[in-house]
DNA sequence: GTCGCTGCAAAGTCTTTGCAGAGAG
DNA sequence: CTCTCTGCAAAGACTTTGCAGCGAC
């Protein structure tokens, strides 16, 4: 039982999928295609980071600098994507919150404290006694995050 | 060995020994004991709920208006108690950073996607495999939060 | 007394909103 | 053409900071 292992090894999403998943919820809601929601898909598809609104916007302003792209429009975008789970977002200390592509595979975050640097991995035995601990609470489990936070290999050789 | 069970039930520590540990705190960093920061400590520890630096300004003004508690000390206080870890922050979508004493026991939280209400909760399984997996990818761990994301079964019912 | 603390108000951040022109469908 | 989007700048929300008087030790 707390072996079955959810087969969720689909890493590389194409971006055309995506793309169209996105262009049907634009569709789908009324909205339309702009370039600006292109290339805010597309760099968060491209990023291997977690991106806070900001940093997404100089990003792209230094890839697409013509557009001129206004740090409104990434606000009001991310929400957008985060509204229709296609990105999720987390929120640290004082870092604020930082976004990530919520189409790559489910996964949970181990921070570094020293660096800020984000490892991800999965746990199907953790993923499993969640879905067993919401059950014995009486919630219909919708989600869940996890963070562990620590310092990486790398900070404690640098530290020492 | 996933079974370990890490004793961990002393759920009621003494209001009296959390305030020594407070006055210690100070007097080793040469702070002063106010009244405010008494009341900001007191009143987090009445408090089952989580609380936003707003919310505990309100209660405090409530409790003890002759104070006139100024939110900028709440701040500064929960700052304070923060970095030297007696209370412990969690940060949620668009509401802000809540905090809690850190002195209780450790937990994880259960939180209602519909009514914002906080359910804490520990599991030994996964207190254990986070530390392995932290071992595992080379981590000195240091902290670490989950939140689970749902419907509580009172909002199941309302819902429906 | 000294030196840290507090409340207040002002200054910062980060995020959202209003608006008029631009652009997708 | 219509109606949504966008950039800009202004407004908001939340947090931090500077300062002068207050209060712990």
Do not use: W
Request: charged share 25%; with cysteine; hydrophobic share 30%.
């Amino acid at each position: 039982m707390t072996n079955v292992t959810t087969n969720f090894n689909d890493r590389t999403i194409e971006y055309e999928q995506l793309l169209n998943d996105f262009k049907n919820l634009l569709k789908k809601n009324n909205l339309k295609f702009t370039i600006q929601r292109e290339v805010i898909l597309e760099t968060l598809y491209n990023s291997d980071e977690h991106l806070t609104p900001e940093s997404l916007h100089r990003l792209i302003q230094e890839k697409f600098p013509e557009l001129k792209t206004g740090i409104a429009t990434i606000y009001r975008t991310l929400a957008l994507l985060e509204e229709s789970n296609m990105v999720t977002s987390l929120s640290f200390g004082a870092q604020g919150k930082k976004y990530e592509l919520g189409a790559k595979e489910h996964h949970d975050h181990m921070i570094c404290t020293e660096c800020g640097n984000i490892t991800e991995f999965v746990d199907e035995e953790i993923e499993e006694r969640q879905h067993s601990i919401a059950e014995a609470l009486g919630f219909e489990m919708s989600d869940h995050s996890m963070q562990i936070y620590g310092i990486c290999a790398k900070c404690q050789k640098t530290t020492k």
